[in-house]
C-alpha cells in the first residue's frame, strides 16, 4: 500500500472514530452558523450611522446659516460704501474709498443736514471699533458743528424707528485730557443744551474718567451722554460732501 493510500486510510478510520454528531460539532466550532439576525442588524447600524450623519449636517447648515447672516450684512455696508449712482457721476479714489460729488451720497448714506450720514442698525461694537467699522466704509464717526445739524441728524435717526434702548456712537470724546470734550476732527465740542442730554437734575457729561467716549442716548430721546468707551453701541457713520 503506497504512502497516501495509508494517511486516507487513517483519516478514514479517525471519522469513524468520531461518529457523525463529533464531525457535525467540529465544522460549527470552526464555521459558526450565521446568526438569523445578522442581516437585520447590520441594516440598523448602518441607518444609524446615516442618521448621525444627517443630524451633523442639520447642525453644521444652521451654524453657517448664522454666520452667513452676519457676512451678508457686513458684505451690504461694504458693497454699498463703494456703489455710487452712475447718473450722479461718483467716482472712486485711488485709495479705492468713495469720493462724493457735490449732492451725492454713497450706497446708503443719505443726504443729512449737509453731510451724508448712515446708521448701522444691525452692527453693535466698542467706540474703536465703530470707528473702524465707519473708516472701513469710507467716513467716520459723526460730529454736529451746529445745532442745525445735530437736529437734522436726531430726525434721521428717529425715522429709523431706532428702539430707545439702543445707543448710538458719534465721534466725540475726553481721552486725551479728562473733561475736554473734542470731536475726532480735533474741534472743540459743544457743551450743554441742545446737544447734551440729562439724567434727573444732572446735566452730561458728568461720568468722569470711566466714561470718555460719546453716544447718542436712546432713553434721553438721543441727547448726547458720556459712556465707558468699552459700551457695544451703533456706530453713526459720516461722509461730508466735497
Same mark, same amino acid.
Given at each position: 500500500m503506497g504512502p497516501t493510500a495509508v494517511v486516507l486510510w487513517m483519516v478514514a478510520g479517525a471519522v469513524r472514530a468520531l461518529g457523525p454528531h463529533r464531525?457535525?460539532?467540529?465544522? &460549527?466550532?470552526?464555521y459558526p452558523p450565521i446568526h438569523p439576525n445578522c442581516t437585520q442588524s447590520l441594516t440598523d447600524l448602518l441607518l444609524l450611522r446615516q442618521e448621525a450623519k444627517l443630524s451633523e449636517l442639520t447642525l453644521a447648515?444652521?451654524?453657517?446659516?448664522?454666520?452667513?447672516?452676519?457676512?451678508?450684512?457686513l458684505?451690504?455696508?461694504?458693497?454699498?460704501?463703494?456703489?455710487f449712482d452712475q447718473g450722479a457721476g461718483g467716482a472712486v479714489s485711488s485709495r479705492g474709498r468713495p469720493t462724493p460729488v457735490p +449732492?451725492?451720497?454713497?450706497?446708503?448714506?443719505?443726504?443729512? +443736514? =449737509?453731510?451724508?450720514?448712515?446708521?448701522?442698525?444691525?452692527?453693535?461694537?466698542?467706540?474703536?471699533?465703530?470707528?473702524?467699522?465707519?473708516? &472701513?466704509?469710507?467716513?467716520?464717526?459723526?460730529?454736529?458743528?451746529?445745532?442745525?445739524a445735530f437736529a437734522a441728524a436726531l430726525d434721521y435717526i428717529r425715522n429709523l424707528a431706532t428702539a430707545r434702548a439702543k445707543n448710538v456712537w458719534v465721534g466725540g470724546y475726553?481721552?486725551?485730557?479728562? =473733561?475736554? @470734550?473734542? @470731536?475726532?476732527?480735533?474741534?472743540?465740542?459743544?457743551? =450743554?443744551?441742545?446737544?447734551?442730554?440729562?439724567?434727573?437734575? +444732572?446735566?452730561?457729561?458728568? +461720568?468722569?474718567?470711566?466714561?470718555?467716549?460719546?453716544?447718542?442716548?436712546?432713553? &434721553?430721546?438721543?441727547?448726547?451722554?458720556?459712556?465707558?468707551?468699552?459700551w457695544s453701541c451703533k456706530p453713526l457713520c459720516q461722509i461730508t460732501h466735497s
Open positions: 464531525v457535525d460539532s467540529l465544522y &460549527d466550532e470552526h447648515e444652521q451654524t453657517s446659516t448664522e454666520v452667513l447672516k452676519e457676512a451678508v450684512h458684505l451690504a455696508d461694504i458693497r454699498n460704501s463703494l456703489t +449732492g451725492s451720497c454713497p450706497g446708503n448714506f443719505a443726504s443729512v +443736514g =449737509g453731510t451724508c450720514l448712515y446708521l448701522a442698525t444691525h452692527t453693535d461694537v466698542a467706540w474703536g471699533a465703530a470707528r473702524q467699522f465707519c473708516q &472701513d466704509l469710507g467716513g467716520d464717526l459723526a460730529i454736529f458743528r451746529d445745532a442745525n475726553d481721552q486725551i485730557e479728562e =473733561g475736554k @470734550w473734542i @470731536w475726532i476732527t480735533k474741534e472743540a465740542m459743544p457743551k =450743554g443744551t441742545p446737544y447734551w442730554g440729562a439724567i434727573g437734575f +444732572g446735566r452730561e457729561p458728568r +461720568g468722569g474718567a470711566g466714561e470718555n467716549c460719546a453716544l447718542l442716548y436712546g432713553t &434721553d430721546d438721543f441727547m448726547i451722554h458720556d459712556a465707558p468707551c468699552s
